[in-house]
């Protein structure tokens, strides 16, 4: 066995290392000091993230285990792997159970509390019954279960309560189902205050409560009602071949996702194990799909929007948005950006810097062209309505649209049709090749601009995501981004790059070949090391030339979000890497790249993470940073992160998530502060 082979070993499988990332979020909400509210909704992501999860990855690892082509050790891994995912679930429901008991136990010393349909007063009660009159009659519409041969039409990731029915003097029961209307009237139905207490429901205790008269005109009869939701597979089954164009493929598939194959399940363990049985049955679970006996309530992602009754005080306190002073400035920024490179990184700064940006490009007469790539597009757009006032003032405006954005495909094929519409030439990318970049390109008489960003141009993101955005006139960045919008329009077209790192072009060699840079000025005794933050490493070339740099003595740190599959600290193999975690109030997006490179360092920021898919299988731009005050605040971004012990957790390979010890240090308020209270200018002249 080679030593590369041997240090192959060494790595956590990609969905695992996901599950250990997501048991981070989980920890958050058990942290005592976080607010309460952000603790429910802390619960909220983890539920969430776990739907998704389950729908995309859980659902390809069992279409692979199906597959014909995999030979039997191929199997055998991916088996191992669901069977892993389904342990690690269990064992983490039992500790989220728990989790969210704790937060709604002390959000009664707060005087809110939950109440069920039996803990009602009389003025409750009317209040429900007339709820259900004015609001919930029409939306409750049961399903008798032997009219269903399967759940196939059913809406998945839906609360629905199985109602078992008996009426008095009969013994034999009839079932329905109910789907919860939540998306109608929210999960959390605030009813009559008692006792002191701001009361909150549950929509399906509200249900529960109201069985009788949703079975009205029946003879009496009792009800028992159990929750049950399930997760389908939403890989999207886009005929490739079909003639249809990019826009109607993506529909279709977007439609097809209702029909896809259940590969999960979480009911109310108090339901009999005769409708458990019933309910596998018609969702025809498999043996590697995975059963959750849960409490009475599932779908916690709804704690994201738990409401707060007045309490702002159980939430974070609001960190207001800076709008950087060059974007406020009477100047034009467009020629600000001229005389000096500008930055945001938000949502630190004001998104409205990038808008500001925008707009006066839409109406400067000198402006001829405007190029972007969009990724996900906020709901209200000012990006698009930007776009489109450009395109109204007789600019050439080209959007870069990708289809293909997961579970944002309904909102972009919207926002499409509307440019199309108002003349703007809208490009659905490559086919086979996401477009992932995040590029603006303006071409300006006076000198052309871009901007290089780490996330979408999207307003809601930019709120609460971390992300920079560099704004450049350096003609040996600008030329190159153009040439990146060439390549999309006519990708079998040989392009080079010199200044940015693109994928599929050349970003993955060049990355290695940095790295080996670093491995050989360390090997030559040489200061060398490597800074990044990024969101996920699971390239196994990539892990295996990190191991090697280390092994030679390369200092390497990483701030990382979500999966990885490096090993720290293994010794003689990766006990020069330090890996940390971080999870916060902000969701940590920006990837960033520093090297040593000999005492020249070289700075990258952009839309890459260290996957397979990003660095063989998307468009994506990385570039480099030459502005003296964008790199300083980069290497202090990771180095308060590498710090932070309040939310810092080290990425040990297995899960144990634990914190980093030291003093209290809390990276995202130190950056917040920096940036809410920058330090005042030297003084000018005199002593």
């Given at each position: 066995m080679t030593k590369t082979d041997k240090l192959k070993e060494y790595y956590v499988d990609r969905d695992v290392s996901w599950m250990y990332f997501n048991y981070r979020i989980l920890q958050e909400a058990e942290k005592e000091y976080v607010p309460l509210l952000e603790r429910l909704s802390f619960l909220g992501i983890y539920s969430n993230n776990l739907d998704e999860f389950f729908r995309v990855r859980v659902a390809s690892l069992n279409r692979i285990v199906e597959s014909e082509d995999l030979t039997k050790k191929m199997r055998q891994n991916v088996k191992k792997s669901i069977k892993t995912i389904s342990a690690l679930t269990e064992k983490y429901n039992q500790e989220y159970t728990a989790a969210i008991s704790q937060v709604f136990k002390e959000l009664e010393q707060h005087n809110i509390r939950l109440l069920n349909e039996t803990q009602l007063n009389n003025e409750q009660k009317t209040w429900l019954r007339d709820f259900y009159y004015d609001k919930l009659n029409g939306s409750t519409n049961p399903i008798w279960l032997n009219e269903l041969k399967d759940f196939s039409t059913l809406e998945d990731n839906r609360i629905y309560l199985m109602v078992e029915t008996i009426e008095v003097g009969e013994k034999k029961p009839k079932y329905a189902i109910i789907k919860v209307p939540d998306k109608i009237y929210g999960r959390f139905i605030k009813i009559p205050s008692s006792e002191g207490f701001d009361n909150i429901m549950y929509l399906d205790d509200v249900i529960r409560y109201c069985l009788p008269i949703i079975f009205i005109g029946f003879n009496k009869s009792e009800f028992r009602a159990y929750s049950f939701k399930f997760t389908k597979d939403a890989e999207m089954e886009v005929d490739n071949d079909?003639?249809?164009?990019?826009?109607?493929?993506?529909?279709?598939?977007?439609?097809?996702?209702?029909?896809?194959?259940?590969?999960?399940?979480?009911?109310?363990?108090?339901?009999?194990?005769?409708?458990?049985?019933?309910?596998?049955?018609?969702?025809?679970?498999?043996?590697?799909?995975?059963?959750?006996?849960?409490?009475?309530?599932?779908?916690?992602?709804?704690?994201?929007?738990?409401?707060?009754?007045?309490?702002?005080?159980?939430?974070?306190?609001?960190w207001k948005q800076v709008m950087k002073p060059e974007f406020m400035s009477e100047d034009s920024i467009l020629d600000l950006i001229r005389e000096k490179d500008r930055f945001i990184h938000v949502p630190y700064h004001s998104f409205n810097g990038y808008i500001r940006l925008l707009r006066e490009a839409a109406l400067k007469p000198e402006v001829k062209e405007i190029k972007t790539t969009l990724y996900r597009l906020a709901k209200d757009s000012k990006v698009v309505e930007a776009l489109i006032c450009a395109a109204r003032n007789g600019k050439k405006v080209t959007a870069v649209v990708e289809l293909l954005a997961r579970f944002d495909e309904e909102s972009n094929i919207m926002w499409s049709k509307r440019m199309q519409e108002e003349g703007v030439n809208v490009i659905f990318g490559v086919e086979g090749l996401k477009v992932h970049s995040k590029l603006l390109y303006i071409k300006d008489r006076r000198g052309d601009i871009a901007c290089v960003g780490t996330g979408n141009f999207h307003e809601g993101n930019a709120k609460t995501y971390t992300d920079y955005m560099m704004m450049t006139a350096r003609q040996s960045i600008v030329s190159e981004v153009a040439k990146v919008f060439h390549f999309i329009e006519r990708p079998f077209q040989q392009v080079r790059f010199n200044q940015l790192l693109v994928s599929p072009n050349a970003m993955k060699r060049r990355i290695l070949r940095m790295l080996d840079i670093e491995i050989k000025n360390a090997q030559q005794g040489k200061e060398a090391w490597l800074k990044m933050k990024i969101n996920h490493i699971t390239d196994p070339d990539v892990v295996v030339k990190l191991y090697e740099a280390s092994r030679a003595g390369v200092k390497i740190d990483i701030v990382i979000r979500g999966n990885c599959s490096l090993i720290p600290g293994i010794p003689g193999v990766s006990d020069n890497i330090k890996a940390i975690g971080l999870i916060d109030r902000y969701l940590e997006h920006s990837r960033i790249l520093i090297f040593c490179n000999g005492g020249r360092n070289k700075y990258y920021i952009g839309s890459a993470d260290w996957m397979p898919r990003n660095l063989l299988n998307r468009i994506e731009v990385m570039a480099p940073v030459f502005d003296d005050d964008l790199k300083a605040d980069l290497m202090r971004t990771i180095d308060l992160g590498l710090a932070d012990t309040a939310n810092g957790r080290i990425v040990d390979g297995y899960g144990k998530n634990e914190l980093q010890s030291g003093p209290y240090m809390r990276s995202q308020e130190e950056i917040r502060k920096d940036i809410a209270s920058p330090p005042a200018p030297p003084p000018q002249g005199g002593e």
């Open positions: 079909a003639d249809y164009g990019m826009m109607e493929r993506i529909a279709l598939g977007v439609s097809s996702r209702k029909h896809g194959e259940a590969l999960r399940v979480i009911y109310d363990r108090e339901m009999p194990r005769v409708l458990q049985k019933k309910i596998k049955a018609h969702l025809n679970i498999k043996e590697l799909d995975t059963t959750l006996s849960s409490e009475r309530y599932q779908n916690h992602k709804d704690l994201m929007n738990f409401p707060d009754c007045g309490h702002t005080d159980l939430r974070y306190p609001q």
